[in-house]
C-alpha cells in the first residue's frame, strides 16, 4: 500500500472524474493491516491540504461504521491481531507525544528508561516502537 497512491484516491474522491476508481481502490486496500492507522496519520498530518484530511476521515468513519460490531468478551480477543494492536497504541502515543511532549510530558524520559532496561522482549519492543514515533515527529 503506497501512501502517496492512497492520498491521491482521497483526493480523488472528492471529484466527479475517477471518483468511481478512486473509491474501488480505496475499499479494495481498507481490509489491509495498518490502513485504518494510515488513515489517523493523514488525518493528523497539518502538510496535507483540508481535502484529503476531510477524505481520510469519512474513510476512517465508514470504516468504523461498516466493521465495528459488539462482541462477547471471548470474541474480543481475537478481533485485532498482536501488530494491529501495537500500530494502534503506538499511533495513540504518537499523538500523545505530538501535542504534550516534552513541555507538558516531562517524565517521559524516566518513564521510558526502565522499559529500555526491561528484560521482556515484548516490553522492550514496545518502547523502542515508541521511541522509533518519537523520532518520526
Known sequence: MDINHVIEALRSTTVAEGQGQALDYLKKISPMIGF???LLRLLHDEQLDGVVRHAAAICFKNIVCQHWEVVDDEQKQWTLNEQDKVIHLCTAIQIIMRNDFPERWT???????PLLRSS???TLLGALFILHRLCKM
Do not use: K, N, T, Y
Not at 107 to 113: Q, V
Open 36 to 38: 485504518p492507522q494510515l
Open 120 to 122: 521482556e522482549a515484548e
Open 107 to 113: 517524565g517521559f524520559g524516566d518513564e521510558i528508561l
